[in-house]
C-alpha cells in the first residue's frame, strides 16, 4: 500500500512523499510527483527516514552508564527510572544554584518539542534554552520581515528571467520552500543565474555570472549594486513610490561610495558590478 503524505521531520519544507508499505513496515520512500513543492524529487535526508524508524542502532529505550565515562558500557532502565534520575538532578540543580544554573539546548527543532522545552523551562524559571534558531532560520525571517514585510519564495512556477543566489547553495542545503530541483528546472528553462559567493560551488559552474567576492565584504557589494540601480535608473520608480521608505536618504547615501572604492573591497572587478546590477535591473522578473 502506498501512503501519500509529506517530510515533516527532516526540513522545514514539508515535501511531498509517496510512502510505501508492507505488513505494517515502510520498506520505501519515494517523492511525490503530484506535489507542487518538490514535484519527485526529494533529499537524502528524506529517503533515509526509514533509518530513522527501522536502523539497529536506533535508541528504544533509556540507558544509564555502567562503568567509566568513555568505556561505553550501558544498561537499559525504566522511563520512570530515567525520569525520576533526570527530574532529581534538575531538582537538586535549583535548590543548590538556582534555575538560572540549567541550560536546555536542541538542535534545529521540526515540530512542536520546541514548545514543550519551552513550556518546562518556563514552569522551572529556567532562563536559558538554546537553539541553533539564532544563527539559522531567524536571521533569514526577520531580514525578510524587515525587507519585503513577510517571508520570500521563489515563484517558481511562473518562472523568473534572473535568480540571485547570495550565499546560498541549493544543491547542498534547500531553505524553506526553495527547493534546489526547482531552481535547476528554471534554469533548463533559460533563467539567467547570478551566484554570489567566495566559493565556486555547482551553482556558480552553472551561473552567468559568479561574483567571487571577498569574504565579510557583501554589505559593501550591496551597496554597489544598489549606486549602479539608483544612479542609472534601473530601479521600479513606480513601486519605490508606493512601498518604500527612506529612499531619498539612501540616494545621499550612496553618493558618498563610488565603484571603484566598492571593487579594492571587494576584490572584484567594477565591470562585474555593473554588470550584476545591469542584469538585475533589466532582466523582468528577477
Known amino acids: 500500500m502506498i501512503y501519500k503524505t509529506f517530510c515533516a521531520r527532516m526540513d522545514h519544507g514539508g515535501c511531498g512523499i509517496l510512502v510505501h508499505v508492507e505488513e505494517g513496515r515502510i520498506v520505501k520512500i519515494e517523492g511525490d510527483p503530484e506535489s507542487p513543492l518538490n514535484r519527485g524529487t526529494l533529499c537524502a535526508k528524506g529517503i533515509a527516514q526509514i533509518e530513522r524508524l527501522d536502523h539497529p542502532d536506533r535508541l528504544l529505550y533509556p540507558m ?7 568505556e561505553g558500557k550501558w ?69 525578510s520581515h524587515l525587507t519585503c514585510g513577510f517571508f520570500p519564495i521563489p515563484d517558481y512556477d511562473h518562472s523568473p528571467a534572473c535568480v540571485v543566489l547570495w550565499g546560498s547553495n541549493l544543491l547542498q542545503t534547500n531553505e524553506e520552500g526553495i527547493i534546489g530541483s526547482q531552481l535547476l528546472r528554471i534554469l533548463k528553462n533559460g533563467t539567467k543565474l547570478i551566484v554570489i559567493d567566495p566559493r565556486k560551488t555547482g551553482l556558480a559552474s552553472r551561473a552567468h555570472l559568479w561574483l567571487r567576492l571577498k569574504p565579510g565584504t557583501d554589505l559593501a557589494l550591496a551597496l554597489g549594486i544598489l549606486k549602479v540601480l539608483i544612479d542609472e535608473e534601473l530601479y521600479d520608480h513606480d513601486f519605490v513610490h508606493h512601498w518604500t521608505k527612506g529612499f531619498e536618504e539612501l540616494k545621499d547615501h ?3 561610495f563610488d565603484l571603484d572604492r566598492i571593487s579594492d573591497t571587494t576584490w572584484l572587478p567594477k565591470e562585474q ?14
Open 273 to 286: 558590478s555593473l554588470e550584476a546590477a545591469n542584469l538585475i535591473g533589466k532582466t523582468k522578473p528577477t
Open 75 to 143: 544498561e537499559r532502565i525504566s522511563w520512570d527510572e530515567a525520569l525520576t534520575i533526570l527530574s532529581g538532578k534538575i531538582k537538586k540543580a535549583i535548590e543548590s544554584e538556582g534555575p538560572q544554573s540549567i541550560a536546555f539546548a536542541q538542535g534545529t527543532p521540526k515540530g512542536l518539542e520546541l514548545f514543550l522545552l519551552l513550556r518546562l523551562a518556563n514552569l522551572l524559571r529556567v532562563p536559558n534554552l538554546s537553539t541553533p534558531g539564532n544563527v539559522c532560520h531567524m536571521p533569514r525571517e526577520t531580514a
Open 64 to 70: 544509564k552508564r555502567k562503568g567509566a565515562r568513555g
Open 254 to 256: 550612496l553618493k558618498s
